[in-house]
């Protein structure tokens, strides 16, 4: 990999990499984001950010109105989301000024729909009016060893998100283990019609989707597909993930 630029502020240290044609962001050598432009999918984690929103869009017959991305690091899922569903409005809600610098002036993250807010996303969930059919919740913060939570995904939080939901809308949560995603589907089971676990192979993650909509994964995973190959290239990364109903 080669590195194509670096900056330090204070005590985090930020890098963008190339590796192929593709883009990397890392923070404090923590690995955030990677995008290529040329392809839609990444064959990683990042896919299992924004592959929900088309099991959304097959069981509604429509794609969703309005997303809401809280954490946005590169934008590698808002890029996705943006070519797989062209929602009318995107707003992003990220902490650090960095990420939101990084994410415009290397990752192109440029839509006429899309507000990148400079916030807390505890607070301005919180103070926030907005509903949204999809909530991506991927908020991460450095540490020593592996990436953590800002703060913990309690009954406040999950009551947070679940306010800014519309009639129909799912949340997409981003664990760092499946038993972590497992539990807070099983906590929340009784607030929606519809709880998803995604997973891939090359990653510990464990995506939890909570949905009001009614969505049977086994019925809506062929016509997904056929979406999913659709926006498929010769040689772009094709996803790699499982999907298992909870309930």
Known sequence: MALLWSTKKGNTQYEVRTAGSSLRLYTNHAFHSQYNPKHVFTGAMWD??????????????????????????GGTAIHQLQKLTRPKAIIGVEYDPMHIKVAKRFFKLN??????????????????????DI???????????DPERPFAVNKIWMDRLHSRLSRRGLIVQNHLSTKAAMLVAKQH?????????????QFANAIVVLSKLKIDAKKSRPDVAKLIDGFQSNRSPKPNFSVKQLF
Request: aromatic share 12%; glycine share 4%.
């Open 48 to 73: 299992l950010l924004s592959i929900p929103a088309l099991f959304y869009a097959t069981n509604l017959q429509r794609n969703p109105n309005s997303v809401l991305m809280l954490g946005v690091g």
């Open 135 to 145: 909530v991506v919740d991927d908020l991460f913060v450095d540490a020593p060893n």
């Open 111 to 132: 839509y006429p729909n899309l507000e990148l807010i400079e916030a807390d996303a505890f607070d301005w969930i919180k103070h926030s009016k907005k509903k949204f």
């Open 189 to 201: 089971q009784t607030d929606y019609a519809t709880g998803l676990l995604f997973r891939t192979p």
